[in-house]
């Protein structure tokens, strides 16, 4: 054996130095290393850089459609629309065509921003009466009466017209192919924490045989590594892809046949009879009148950066909020992730987002002061309520109309967790185009798979409230309910520069909003950003049902040393140490505005987490 093998590795150095005699000679001995420096500040994954295009998604095959629809001639948009077929056909655990798709869209021949509201709607039937007639005092997180209309192919359908180049058929090829030929299982879909097939094989055996018929094999989940044939989903898309072809050769009114088709065809009509089976208020006349809308985002200016995000049906514009509190404290100076700047930006995040459940709603039916809430004058009051050595127990809205830092107690909402189910794709093409898209929803923990279609319908209305009827997210009739689902795109010196996003429920801007910070304050890499040790408060109702909020707790990874986590402990702060690597789940892709060199990645927490097998791209 080799002179330095040895089977007690405890005593291996003292048995060296007994065997040469000498410190030099160890010294010597260790020129054969392949490397001598500290590693431990170097990322697990490689900082990716390129020239031409980056594809990040939470899966590798739904990144190699990505790619594979660049190489073909198609746009970012074209490639985020195929990933995403994708990623609702391999990880339906996160995502499914049942759920929603918000989007950002920035086109770089005019740099102009582009919101998709890709938000599901409730039927016409919801209102609070018809949920406690059913003897329920809250909308239920999964089953028929949680799912809207599915919102995803009128969005992915809605940008493609607009912005793709590419035909409906050719941007679904890739999740046909996976669809009719199988897939195999991945750690996520089958090991999941909860939302695996092997945790759900018992609820899909007693109470869902469409889900049971798909993912399970002779009564018992499909292992890792099996292939899953989804017939029912290639049928679905192959109908599809016949009302296109039957409009062969003019491509906006093919794309408008295919949404005609899903929304007022065959489709329509097995989830209208699928919901009355199941005493569901979903109709197909709910489909029909669906639309998907283009909106302006919503922005905010931070350091050199203007940070886009979607309007306040979605949480997105809480992260600007924090960023515009934090705008008034030096968190640089702090130190990152000091037990300072800790405190400091969870009593920011816990500021903001108390106004989210205070205000949020669809701006289609209630009055959400979005312009107020965003005001510098409302920030520097809001940032003033902070104690600097001291955590604060109670929910504390401001009062933007007045620009009062401080809503009386006696007009406050909330205070009677977060949710898995997301992924996000981010795509950069040669162009220089960039879209941020943040699929979710329809996931198979919460609701049995339509048996003709291949695929649950969402459960995003359970985010909604019956009561009081005041509260800007109570349920009603074609209301689009809030949501965590939110993808965020960023210019740097007024030029498109990063496109980013994650899972995480109530958690995603609070991980984007400290990723940011990460690249802007402390000038860290993509991947660096990424990997950082993150945390989150939930201090704040969760905006899924049942609502609850935990005052002061800060849930947080254990890198972070005690001495710091002791520190925050005697300020007021509920410390509660969480699994390394399970707090951020990120994606990115940026464009150096000045060089044009691309930077992509994506995050080990997914893998680490057995959660998805996110995957990134850049050449």
Same mark, same amino acid.
């Given at each position: 054996?080799?002179? &330095?093998?040895?089977? @007690?590795?405890?005593?291996?150095?003292?048995?060296?130095?007994?065997?040469?005699?000498?410190?030099?000679?160890?010294?010597?001995?260790?020129?054969?290393?392949?490397?001598? @420096?500290?590693?431990?500040?170097?990322?697990?994954?490689? #900082?990716?850089?390129?020239?031409?295009?980056?594809?990040?998604?939470?899966?590798?095959?739904?990144?190699?459609?990505?790619?594979?629809?660049?190489?073909?001639? *198609?746009?970012?948009?074209?490639? =985020?629309?195929?990933?995403?077929?994708?990623?609702?056909?391999?990880?339906?655990?996160?995502?499914?065509?049942?759920?929603?798709?918000?989007?950002?869209?920035?086109?770089?021949?005019?740099?102009?921003?582009?919101?998709?509201?890709?938000?599901?709607?409730?039927?016409?039937?919801?209102?609070?009466?018809?949920?406690?007639?059913?003897?329920?005092?809250?909308?239920?997180?999964?089953?028929?009466?949680?799912?809207?209309?599915?919102?995803?192919?009128?969005?992915?359908?809605?940008?493609?017209?607009?912005?793709?180049?590419?035909?409906?058929?050719?941007?679904?090829?890739?999740?046909?192919?996976?669809?009719?030929?199988? &897939?195999?299982?991945?750690?996520?879909?089958?090991?999941?924490?909860?939302?695996?097939?092997?945790?759900?094989?018992?609820?899909?055996?007693?109470?869902?045989? *469409? !889900?049971?018929?798909?993912?399970?094999?002779?009564?018992?989940?499909?292992?890792?590594?099996?292939?899953?044939?989804?017939?029912?989903?290639?049928?679905?898309?192959?109908?599809?892809?016949?009302?296109?072809?039957?409009?062969?050769?003019?491509?906006?009114?093919?794309? #408008?046949?295919?949404?005609?088709?899903?929304?007022?065809?065959?489709?329509?009509?097995?989830?209208?009879?699928?919901?009355?089976? +199941?005493?569901?208020?979903?109709?197909?006349?709910?489909?029909?009148?669906?639309?998907?809308?283009?909106?302006?985002?919503?922005?905010?200016?931070?350091?050199?950066?203007?940070?886009? #995000?979607?309007?306040?049906?979605?949480?997105?514009?809480?992260?600007?909020? =924090?960023?515009?509190?934090?705008?008034?404290?030096?968190?640089?100076?702090?130190?990152?992730? !000091?037990?300072?700047?800790?405190?400091?930006?969870?009593? $920011?995040?816990?500021?903001? &987002?108390?106004?989210?459940?205070?205000?949020?709603?669809?701006?289609?039916?209630?009055?959400?002061?979005?312009?107020?809430?965003?005001?510098?004058?409302?920030?520097?009051?809001?940032?003033?309520?902070?104690?600097?050595?001291?955590?604060?127990?109670?929910?504390?809205?401001?009062?933007?109309?007045?620009?009062?830092?401080?809503?009386?107690?006696?007009?406050?909402?909330?205070?009677?967790?977060?949710?898995?189910?997301?992924?996000?794709?981010?795509?950069?093409?040669?162009?220089?185009?960039?879209?941020?898209?943040?699929?979710?929803?329809?996931?198979?923990?919460?609701?049995?798979?339509?048996?003709?279609?291949?695929?649950?319908?969402?459960? +995003?209305?359970?985010?909604?409230?019956?009561?009081?009827?005041?509260?800007?997210?109570?349920? $009603?009739?074609?209301?689009?309910?809030?949501?965590?689902?939110?993808?965020?795109?960023?210019?740097?010196?007024?030029?498109?520069?990063?496109?980013?996003?994650?899972?995480?429920?109530?958690?995603?801007?609070?991980?984007?909003?400290?990723?940011?910070?990460?690249?802007?304050? &402390?000038?860290?890499?993509?991947?660096?950003?990424?990997? =950082?040790?993150?945390? !989150?408060?939930?201090?704040?109702?969760?905006?899924?049902?049942?609502?609850?909020?935990?005052?002061?707790?800060? +849930?947080?990874?254990? +890198?972070?040393?005690?001495?710091?986590?002791?520190?925050?402990?005697?300020?007021?702060?509920?410390?509660?140490?969480?699994?390394?690597?399970?707090?951020?789940?990120?994606?990115?892709?940026?464009?150096?505005?000045? !060089?044009?060199?691309?930077?992509?990645?994506?995050?080990?927490?997914?893998?680490?987490?057995?959660?998805?097998? =996110?995957?990134?791209?850049?050449?």
């Amino acid at each position: 054996p080799p002179p &330095f093998f040895f089977s @007690n590795h405890t005593t291996s150095y003292e048995m060296l130095r007994s065997l040469v005699g000498s410190e030099m000679c160890i010294r010597d001995s260790m020129s054969r290393a392949f490397r001598q @420096n500290n590693t431990s500040q170097n990322t697990y994954y490689p #900082k990716l850089l390129g020239t031409h295009c980056a594809v990040a998604t939470e899966h590798y095959l739904a990144t190699k459609a990505g790619a594979d629809l660049l190489g073909i001639g *198609g746009n970012a948009v074209d490639a =985020a629309v195929g990933a995403t077929f994708v990623e609702s056909l391999v990880n339906p655990q996160m995502f499914t065509l049942g759920g929603e798709c918000p989007m950002l869209i920035c086109m770089a021949k005019t740099q102009q921003v582009i919101a998709v509201n890709g938000n599901t709607a409730a039927p016409g039937q919801a209102t609070p009466e018809a949920y406690l007639q059913r003897g329920l005092n809250e909308v239920p997180d999964e089953g028929i009466l949680a799912g809207g209309v599915p919102a995803v192919i009128g969005a992915l359908l809605t940008a493609l017209s607009r912005f793709g180049k590419l035909s409906f058929s050719e941007v679904i090829e890739p999740a046909l192919d996976y669809a009719k030929n199988g &897939f195999p299982v991945h750690t996520g879909l089958y090991a999941q924490e909860k939302y695996g097939i092997r945790d759900l094989e018992d609820k899909f055996l007693k109470h869902w045989p *469409g !889900s049971a018929k798909l993912y399970l094999s002779e009564g018992k989940a499909t292992k890792i590594g099996q292939v899953i044939i989804n017939s029912a989903f290639a049928d679905m898309l192959n109908y599809l892809k016949s009302k296109e072809k039957s409009n062969s050769g003019d491509r906006e009114k093919g794309l #408008k046949s295919v949404v005609d088709a899903f929304y007022k065809g065959d489709p329509a009509t097995e989830i209208e009879r699928f919901s009355t089976e +199941r005493n569901g208020l979903l109709t197909r006349a709910d489909l029909e009148s669906f639309e998907t809308h283009f909106e302006e985002p919503v922005s905010l200016e931070f350091e050199d950066t203007r940070v886009f #995000k979607c309007g306040p049906w979605n949480q997105g514009p809480v992260m600007l909020q =924090a960023l515009s509190i934090m705008g008034n404290i030096n968190l640089k100076d702090m130190g990152h992730n !000091s037990e300072e700047y800790l405190h400091w930006t969870t009593e $920011a995040f816990k500021l903001a &987002f108390a106004d989210r459940e205070q205000y949020y709603g669809d701006p289609m039916q209630v009055d959400v002061p979005i312009q107020e809430l965003l005001s510098k004058d409302y920030s520097r009051k809001r940032a003033a309520l902070i104690d600097e050595e001291l955590a604060n127990s109670e929910l504390r809205p401001g009062n933007p109309m007045e620009q009062e830092g401080l809503l009386p107690v006696e007009k406050r909402l909330g205070g009677e967790s977060w949710g898995h189910g997301t992924v996000h794709v981010d795509v950069i093409d040669e162009e220089g185009n960039m879209v941020a898209f943040t699929p979710s929803g329809g996931w198979i923990r919460s609701a049995e798979v339509v048996p003709s279609l291949g695929f649950p319908l969402g459960n +995003r209305l359970m985010t909604f409230y019956l009561k009081p009827e005041h509260h800007p997210n109570i349920i $009603a009739p074609f209301k689009r309910p809030r949501t965590t689902i939110s993808p965020s795109l960023a210019f740097k010196n007024n030029c498109p520069w990063m496109v980013f996003g994650s899972m995480g429920g109530d958690q995603q801007d609070q991980w984007q909003c400290q990723f940011f910070l990460n690249r802007i304050l &402390f000038d860290m890499s993509v991947q660096e950003a990424i990997e =950082a040790p993150k945390f !989150s408060s939930e201090h704040f109702p969760g905006f899924f049902s049942p609502h609850d909020r935990f005052p002061n707790l800060l +849930r947080i990874e254990p +890198r972070i040393s005690t001495d710091i986590l002791d520190g925050l402990t005697r300020r007021g702060h509920k410390i509660a140490v969480g699994a390394d690597w399970s707090e951020g789940y990120l994606l990115a892709a940026a464009k150096d505005p000045q !060089s044009g060199v691309l930077e992509a990645g994506c995050d080990p927490r997914g893998t680490k987490g057995d959660v998805f097998p =996110a995957s990134v791209l850049c050449w």
